[in-house]
DNA sequence: CTATGCTGTGCAACCGGTTGCATGTCAACC
DNA sequence: GGTTGACATGCAACCGGTTGCACAGCATAG
C-alpha cells in the first residue's frame, strides 16, 4: 500500500524502491533527458507507488531558486488593491510561483520587518505603494531583486500609475462645466501617489486659471472623507478632486447629510476607480489600471529573476477620467 | 565593512567572524539560555557586523517547521474576503507566520492545484469558501492540517459564518414592516454560505407566514443584481434579501434604473456587511463578521498544528440584522 | 583528594534535495 | 583490435541551518 506518513516519502525511499541512486530519482524530475527512458519510467512508477512529491523547500535551498515571491501592500482591505492582488496572483502562477502576501497596516516599520521576513524564501519582492523611506528600499533592493509599484526610487524597477493624466482631465473637466474654485482633498503624505495627484491638480488648476485650496483627510478612509466635508465647504469651493475612491465616498456621505445635493450644488471625483459603478449616485473617477500594474509588476520581477541584470525598467500607465453621475454644472 | 554579496550571510560565517562553532550561532538565536551571556552577546555583534539574516528556508528544512500557513480564497477582489484576509495576516504575523496567499478563481480544478503546489511549504492551510467536493477536501487534510472556513465536512476543522440568525432577523424586519411577498436572490450553488441562507429564508417566511419566491443570480457579482431586477419585480414582491451586498448594490442600481424608489417602493437586504456604510443610500444588510472568522482560522489551526491533534473543532459565529437605509414599510 | 554533576561549547550527522565529476559500458571509428 | 567518445549512472559534496552526543572545565559533595 502507498505509504501515508505525515512526513512525506522523500527521494532516497524512491531509490531504494527503484534500485537506483538518489540522484538518478533527482534527474528524473529536473532533467530527464539526461537518463535513459526506461530508468526514468521505472524510477516515476516507483515514486507513484509510494506516493512521492518532490520537496519544495529541500530544492528551494540546494539551487537558491525559490519559486516565491512576495507582494507587500499597505491595507488589503482597501479596495485599491485586491484586484491588483489578484491579477499579480494569476500572473505569478502561470509561472509556476507562489505569492506570499504582506499586509503592512500603512506602517513603515512593519513594511521593514515584512520585507526581512520574508526575503529568505522569495527570489524577489513585489511593494505595493511603499510607505518606506528611499534608503530602506534601497538597502532591500541590494538584498533581492525587488520591484516597485507606485513609487520612484532611482534604479529600481518600477510600475507607475500616472494618475496625473486623468487628474488633468477631472480638473479639465470641472473647468468646462464652470467650476472656478475647487479643493483637493490629500491622502497620506508619505504616499508617492497623493504628491502626484497633488502635483497635477496644481498645475491644471494654474494654466486653467482655477482657484485652488486644499484639505488633508491624512489616511485614505470613508471616515476621512467625512470629516473634511465641513473644510471643504468652507472653502467656498464648488467641487472637489479626492485622492482617492473611498475618501470621495465619504465626501458624498457628508454633504448628503448636510443637505448639499450632487451633482446639483456640488460635484465630487474620485481616483483609482475602486468602486466601479457600484455607488448610487455612480462616481466620476480617474481610472487606476491597478490590475495591469499588479500583471505587469510581476512580469517584470520575472524577467530581472530571469536576466540577472538589474535593468532600470520603468513601465508608466496613464490614467484617465471616467465620467459618471457626481459631476454637474457649476452651480 | 558589511558584506554585500547578494548571497546572504551565512552561520558559518558569523561563526568565523566570532570564533565560535556554527552550532553556537544557532544556538545563539534558538536557544540563547545553553550559551553564556557573553558568548550571545559576541555572536549578536558579529551577525549584526555582517548583517546576517537567518535563512527560513533551511530552518524549515532540518526542522521541519516551515512557518508558513496558505490561505486560498474564490475571489481576492470579492469584498467579503479583503478584510478576513487581512485579519488572518495579522494573526499569523504574532505568531511569526508567514502567509501564502491563493486566488482560485471559483474554480474547483484551480483549488486542487493551489493545494497541492502550497503543501509542501506550508505547515497548515485555510480553505474560504471552497468550491471543491468534500471528497478531495478531506483528501488533501489528510496529507497536512486544515482548516475550513464556511465549509462544513466532518472531521475537519472549521469556523463558520452562521447567517442563519441574521437572515432570520432581517426576515423579521420585513415582516414587521408589513411585507408579505418577498423574494431571496440566491447565489453559487456550490456555496454553502447560499445553501444556509436560503434554508434560513425559507424557515422564517413559512414561520412568519410570509410568500417567498427564488431568484437565482449565479454568481454573486453587480452585475447579476442588477440583471436580476425584472425577474424580482415579477414576482410582485415588495423586498428582497440578496445573496450578498454586491448583488444587493446591483439590485438597487436595477430599481434606481427604473424609477423604483428604495426604501419607499421597495425594500432591500444585502448579506455580509462586505461594503459598509459606503454606499448611498446605506445598506441594511446582515453582519459577516469575516473578520473574526480569519482571525479565528488562524488561530485554530495554530492550535491544531501546536497539539498535534486533529481535533474536530467548529466555531460557529452567529450574525445579526444591520439596519440602514434601504429598508422601510411596506408601500 | 577523588567521585559526581552541571554548564558551556564543539563535533558531526542529518533534513531532502541538486550537481560536478568520476566511472563503467558499449558502439563506432581508424 | 585497440582507441575514442558518447551515454547512462553513481558517488560525494554541498545548500544553511538544527540537534544529539561527547567532552572539557569547574564547583560541590563525600
Redesign the pocket.
Known amino acids: 500500500m502507498a505509504a501515508e506518513r505525515k ?6 525511499q ?2 531504494k524502491e527503484a ?9 528524473a ?3 530527464p ?8 519510467e521505472r524510477i516515476k512508477a516507483a515514486a507513484g507507488k509510494l506516493g ?4 519544495h ?3 528551494a ?5 525559490y519559486g516565491n515571491l512576495a507582494l507587500i501592500v499597505p491595507d488589503v482591505a482597501n479596495p485599491f488593491f485586491p484586484p491588483m492582488i489578484r491579477a499579480a496572483q494569476v500572473e505569478a502562477d502561470r509561472s509556476d510561483f507562489c505569492v506570499f502576501l504582506g499586509n503592512s497596516d500603512e506602517d513603515p516599520e512593519k513594511e521593514d520587518q515584512l520585507l526581512g521576513r520574508f526575503s ?1 524564501q522569495v527570489e524577489g519582492i513585489i511593494l505595493a505603494s511603499p510607505r518606506l523611506s528611499d534608503e530602506r528600499i534601497a538597502a532591500h533592493a541590494l538584498l533581492r531583486p525587488l520591484v516597485l509599484i507606485n513609487r520612484d526610487v532611482k534604479g529600481i524597477p518600477k510600475v507607475l500609475i500616472d494618475s496625473g493624466t486623468g487628474i488633468a482631465e477631472a480638473t479639465q473637466h470641472l473647468a468646462d462645466f464652470g467650476h472656478r474654485n475647487i479643493v483637493y482633498v490629500s491622502g497620506p503624505s508619505t504616499s508617492w501617489s497623493n504628491k502626484q495627484r497633488r502635483a497635477a491638480v496644481r498645475r491644471a488648476s494654474k494654466k486653467l486659471g482655477l482657484e485652488l485650496s486644499f484639505v488633508s483627510a491624512s489616511v485614505p478612509s470613508f471616515e476621512a472623507g467625512l470629516q473634511a466635508v465641513d473644510a471643504i465647504l468652507a472653502k467656498g469651493a464648488t467641487a472637489a478632486i479626492a485622492f482617492d475612491d473611498v475618501t470621495a465616498q465619504g465626501i458624498l456621505a457628508g454633504l448628503g447629510e448636510r443637505g448639499v445635493s450632487v451633482p446639483g450644488e456640488f460635484s465630487v471625483v474620485g481616483c483609482d476607480d475602486a468602486l466601479g459603478p457600484l455607488t448610487v449616485p455612480s462616481l466620476t473617477t480617474v481610472s487606476s489600471r491597478s490590475i495591469e500594474a499588479g500583471k505587469l509588476a510581476v512580469s517584470l520581477l520575472l524577467e530581472v529573476l530571469e536576466s540577472q541584470a538589474v535593468r532600470d525598467a520603468s513601465y508608466v500607465l496613464e490614467t484617465h477620467l471616467i465620467i459618471r453621475s457626481t459631476t454637474g454644472k457649476a452651480p
Chains 1, 2 share one sequence.
Open positions: 512526513g512525506g516519502v522523500t527521494i532516497s524512491v531509490a534500485g537506483v541512486a538518489r540522484s538518478s530519482v533527482s534527474r524530475y529536473t532533467r533527458d539526461m537518463l535513459s527512458p526506461e530508468t526514468v512521492y512529491v518532490p520537496n523547500t529541500a530544492r535551498l540546494s539551487t537558491g531558486r529568505g
